[in-house]
């Protein structure tokens, strides 16, 4: 996969809740690589997992939900998840500003 040029794309919020089973953890090392993949790549500018509550958050860049949709499905635990796809106004973060000045 190509870099993303991120201004062509808008920006997603992923809810997802999901499900485990014995299997679950079995597929964990097959999703964690598509899920580097998409990072190294620039398609997910963020990532984090709850077990406490078994949620999952991502920032895709994308051109539409459908496309959203379309990386998702191809992960192996997609079939344990239930996903809301929201897209983004207003996304800001530090790691979108400058850095702060120190002087010496």
């Not at 991502?58 to 635990?77: C, F, G, Q, R, W």
């Amino acid at each position: 996969m190509e870099n993303i040029n991120e201004e062509k794309y808008a920006k997603f919020q992923v809810t997802i809740h999901f499900e485990m089973d014995d299997d679950f953890m079995s597929l964990v090392p097959k999703h964690r690589e598509y899920i580097n993949e998409l990072i190294d790549n620039g398609t997910i500018d963020y990532y984090s997992v709850s077990m406490e509550t078994h949620r999952c958050w991502m920032i895709l860049n994308a051109h539409s939900k459908t496309e959203v949709s379309d990386y998702l499905d191809k992960t192996p635990l997609h079939k344990y998840w239930t996903v809301e796809i929201d897209e983004l106004f207003v996304y800001d973060s530090q790691s979108y500003r400058l850095p702060a000045l120190q002087l010496n």
